[in-house]
């Protein structure tokens, strides 16, 4: 049968030895450059927009679109106990997930933006009018004699867009 032996006590402080610094605490929230309440509702406003564009059904997409991307949020946001508001935990894998909902929002934008250009003919007649300019004016400039590497005294080559 064994006894069981409580563990050793920590040996008394070396009064020769400096105590060690103790780490830097977090500025209040009133003088933080990032106020998290304000973060938060960023992060619901978000969450609510992609909910939105997810349940209009404005281009095709995966039925399974909006449950990754929910729990891809959920990943990164909490709930406060006391006030049931939801925040965005800020930490190092934050970031990449950000990005990758951005990235699987990225083709929804594009098709949308697209039906959009078809849908409107003003945007076409608006595009049209600003390529023209576009053109007119890399024109003029390389009927000046602008090209690209003139200034470095590389060879000349006309300015293309």
């Known amino acids: ?17 400096k105590p060690e610094p103790k780490p830097p605490t977090p500025p209040p929230e009133e003088k933080a450059a990032l106020k998290m309440s304000i973060l938060g509702r960023m992060a619901t406003a978000y969450r609510q927009k992609l909910d939105a564009v997810l349940k209009a059904g404005c281009c ?54 697209h039906d959009i250009y078809l849908a409107c003919p003003d ?8 390529k023209g300019q576009v053109y007119e004016r890399v024109t003029m400039m390389s009927s000046r004699g602008f090209t690209q590497g003139s200034s470095h005294g590389e060879t000349s080559q006309p300015l293309d867009f």
Do not use: C, W
């Open 60 to 113: 095709f997409a995966p039925r399974s679109l909006p449950d990754l991307i929910k729990a891809k949020l959920k990943s990164i946001t909490e709930r406060d106990q006391e006030t049931t508001e939801i925040f965005l935990s800020v930490d190092y894998g934050t970031i990449p997930v950000l990005e990758e909902i951005n990235d699987l929002m990225e083709p929804i934008l594009h098709a949308t933006a």
């Open 123 to 130: 945007i076409q007649n608006l595009i049209t009018s600003i």
């Open 1 to 17: 049968m064994r006894l069981r032996r409580d563990p050793p006590a920590p040996p008394p402080p070396d009064p020769k030895k």
